[in-house]
C-alpha cells in the first residue's frame, strides 16, 4: 500500500501500466512495418489491409474482445497452439496486453503512416547512391526522420490502452491483480456499495497518468524535432 | 576509367534509347527538359532498373538486360550530385559529407575529407544544419557528400539549376576544381550550354530520348549541325586560349592558333590557358581585311562548311589555324558575299559581347 491507495487499487494502476507499456512494445514493430507497408507500397488488396488495420477502431470493443476469445480463448484455434507452447492468454494479463495492443494498433499505425508519408523517397535514393542498403538506409534515414511521428504513434496506443475497457473485459474478465486494469477497477468499484471513493482516487490517478504522458510526448517531440532539423512545433 | 552506357527503356509519352561512352574528365548530356537526361543517369546510379542496355564501368559491368545482371545502387560505388542537394536534414553537415565513407571500405579517410572540406570551402560550415544553409552551399556541401563517397564515376543532374546566377557563379570555382583534382569521370547533366561550354570534355545531345550528336564539346560545338539543336542564340564554339599578357587597361591578349584576341574581365593569370566562348551569333564576316574597326578581335579564317536551316539564317563554319567555330549569318549575306567552302576571309568577334561568365577562368 502507498499513496493512500488499497492493495486492489495499486494493483490495478500498476497492471494498467505494465499492460500498456507490454501493449505498446508488442504493436510497435507490426505497427511500423505496415504503415511502411501503406505508405511506400502498391499492391493490389491495399484498400482491404488499410480496412483490416481500422477495424478495432471502429468495431465495437466488446465484439473486437469476443473475436479475440474466440481465437485465443481455450478452445480457439490459436489458442490452443499456443496452450502447447506454453502460452495463455485468456483471462490473464498478457491477454488484456494483447487486446490493448489491437485496440491501440490502428492509432499507431496512422500516426507512423504520416510520418512516413512525410518523408521524402529521394534522401533513401541519395542514401543508396551512398553506398547504404536497405536496412541502413532505414535505420540512418527513415527512422530518424518518422521518430516524431512513432513517439506520437507510441503515446496514442499507450493512452489507448490505459483506457481500453470494451475488449479486455470481454477477453480477460475482470479478475483483481490479474487482469483487473485501471478502467476495469474503476468500472467494479462504482458496481459496490461505498465504492466511490476508490473509483474517485483511481480517476484522478487516470487524469495524472495521462496528462503526465502527454506533457513528456510533448517535451520528447520539441527535442526530436530539433534533432532531426526541424523548427520545434508552437 | 571508361563508362559505357547503353540503355533502352519505355516510358510512358518517351522511349529512350541511348549509347555512348563518357571516357575521363567531363561527359556533358546536353537537352531540353523532357529528353530522358535524367533517367539515363538514374539508370548509370541504378536508381532506375531500364528495360533494356548495359551499362559498364571499366571491366565492372554494373547492368546487363540480356544477362540478367543489375547491381543495387548501393554497391555501384557511384557518386550522385542531385539537383535539389538532397542533403540528410537530420544530420550536420560534418555527418552528411562523412556519410558515404560510412559504407566505404576502410571507413572515414580524415586527411581525405579535410583536404575536400578546403577545397570547397566548408571549414566554417561543418557544425551546421541543412536547413540553414544557403542553396548554393547545400549544393558545395553535396558535392563533398557525393566524392567523399570514393565513387569510381561522379554523376551530377544539374546540380546549378536551382541557384540563381550569382549563387552559380559562386559554385562554378568550386566544381571547376572538383573537376581538376577528381580522378574519376563525370557525366554531367544540363540544358545550360553556358554551364556545359564551361566544364564539358566531351558532349553528347539528346532529344526525345535519343542522342543526336556526340563528341568532343569543341567539335560537337563548332558542328554546324549542332545549331538548330542547341538553339541559334545559345549555340557557339569553345576555344582554347592563352593569356599572353595582362594589359593595364584591363583588357588581356590572348593567343589562340589562328590569331590574337583582346578581351576584357580575364582574371586567369599569364601563361595559363583558358576556354573562351565564341557564340555564332557573335561573329561577323567581311571579305576584305577590316580597317577602321572599332574591334579589336578579327582573325582570318578559312570557311570550312555552310549549313542552311529552316530559317532565314546559315550557319558558317570557320577554321582559324587549329580551331574551329561557327558565324551565324543571314542567307542574304552569304549570297551577297559569296560565302563558299574553301574561301578566306575575316571573322570580326566582339569582344564585348561575349558573356563574361563564360569566360573560363574568369570567375573566382
Known amino acids: 500500500m502507498s499513496l493512500g491507495l488499497s492493495e486492489v487499487e495499486w494493483a490495478a494502476l500498476t497492471l494498467s501500466l505494465k499492460v500498456s507499456a507490454w501493449a505498446v512494445v508488442i504493436s510497435l514493430p507490426p505497427a511500423i512495418a505496415v504503415a511502411w507497408v501503406l505508405a511506400r507500397k502498391r499492391f493490389p488488396g491495399k484498400a482491404l489491409l488499410s480496412a483490416l488495420v481500422h477495424l478495432p477502431l471502429v468495431l465495437p470493443p466488446v465484439v473486437t474482445g469476443y473475436l479475440l476469445l474466440l481465437t485465443f480463448g481455450m478452445n480457439g484455434v490459436l489458442g490452443r497452439l499456443l496452450a502447447d507452447w506454453g502460452i495463455v492468454l485468456a483471462f490473464r494479463w498478457t491477454g488484456a496486453a494483447l487486446a490493448a495492443g489491437i485496440m491501440g494498433f490502428p492509432l499507431m499505425v496512422r500516426a507512423i503512416r504520416l510520418a512516413i508519408e512525410a518523408v521524402d523517397p529521394k534522401l533513401e535514393d541519395a542514401a543508396e547512391t551512398l553506398g547504404a542498403g536497405r536496412a541502413a538506409r532505414f535505420r540512418t534515414v527513415t527512422l530518424p526522420l518518422i521518430a516524431p511521428g512513432i513517439l506520437a504513434g507510441v503515446v496514442l496506443g499507450f493512452a489507448k490502452a490505459m483506457g481500453e475497457f470494451g475488449a479486455t473485459i470481454t477477453f480477460v474478465a475482470n479478475i483483481p491483480g490479474e487482469t483487473q486494469t485501471l478502467p476495469s477497477a474503476i468500472y467494479a468499484f462504482l458496481q459496490v456499495p461505498g465504492g466511490e471513493d476508490s473509483a474517485v482516487r483511481l480517476v484522478i490517478l487516470a487524469i495524472i497518468v495521462a496528462l503526465g504522458a502527454v506533457l513528456m510526448s510533448e517535451w520528447l517531440a520539441r527535442r526530436l524535432a530539433r534533432r532531426i532539423g526541424q523548427e520545434p512545433p508552437r | 576509367m571508361s563508362l559505357g552506357v547503353e540503355v533502352r527503356h519505355r516510358f510512358p509519352g518517351l522511349d529512350l534509347d541511348v549509347a555512348f561512352a563518357a571516357g575521363p574528365g567531363v561527359t556533358a548530356l546536353f537537352g531540353p527538359s523532357g529528353a530522358g537526361k535524367s533517367s539515363v543517369v ?323
Not at chain 2, 570555382?173 to 550550354?193: C, F, G, K, M, T
Open chain 2, 42 to 364: 538514374n539508370a548509370i546510379a541504378g536508381l532506375l532498373r531500364p528495360d533494356g542496355g548495359r551499362i559498364a564501368l571499366g571491366d565492372s559491368v554494373v547492368f546487363d538486360a540480356d544477362r540478367g545482371v543489375h547491381v543495387p545502387a548501393a554497391q555501384r560505388r557511384i557518386g550522385y550530385v542531385f539537383q535539389d542537394g538532397r542533403l540528410f536534414p537530420h544530420m550536420t553537415v560534418a555527418a552528411n559529407i562523412g556519410y558515404g565513407a560510412r559504407f566505404a571500405k576502410g571507413g572515414l579517410d580524415r586527411a581525405e575529407m579535410g583536404r575536400v572540406v578546403e577545397l570547397l570551402g566548408l571549414e566554417a560550415l561543418l557544425e551546421r544544419r541543412p536547413n540553414t544553409l544557403s542553396g548554393g552551399e547545400k549544393q558545395r556541401v553535396a558535392l563533398a557528400r557525393a566524392w567523399l563517397s570514393r565513387p569510381r564515376l561522379l554523376l551530377m543532374d544539374e546540380p546549378l539549376a536551382a541557384l540563381d546566377e550569382p549563387r552559380k557563379d559562386e559554385i562554378f570555382p568550386y566544381l571547376e576544381r572538383l573537376r581538376d583534382v577528381a580522378q574519376v569521370p563525370i557525366v554531367y547533366v544540363s540544358h545550360n550550354l553556358a554551364e556545359v561550354a564551361r566544364l564539358a570534355d566531351e558532349l553528347v545531345v539528346m532529344q526525345r530520348g535519343q542522342v543526336v550528336l556526340s563528341g568532343r564539346a569543341e567539335a560537337v560545338l563548332s558542328d554546324p549541325k549542332a545549331l538548330p539543336l542547341v538553339g541559334v542564340r545559345e549555340a557557339g564554339a569553345i576555344l582554347p586560349a592563352q593569356v599572353a599578357e595582362q594589359g593595364a587597361d584591363g583588357l588581356s591578349r590572348l593567343t589562340l592558333s589562328g590569331g590574337e584576341l583582346l578581351l576584357p574581365g580575364v582574371s586567369a593569370p599569364e601563361g595559363s590557358t583558358i576556354r573562351l566562348r565564341v557564340l555564332a551569333q557573335d561573329v561577323l564576316l567581311s571579305r576584305a581585311a577590316p580597317e577602321g574597326l572599332s574591334s579589336h578581335n578579327v582573325l582570318p579564317v578559312e570557311v570550312v562548311a555552310l549549313h542552311r536551316g529552316m530559317g532565314p539564317g546559315v550557319a558558317v563554319q570557320l577554321r582559324a589555324g587549329r580551331d574551329v567555330f561557327l558565324a551565324r549569318i543571314t542567307q542574304r549575306a552569304a549570297t551577297e558575299l559569296r560565302i563558299a567552302p574553301g574561301m578566306t576571309c575575316f571573322a570580326i568577334l566582339n569582344a564585348t559581347a561575349i558573356p563574361r561568365g563564360s569566360i573560363g577562368g574568369a570567375a573566382g
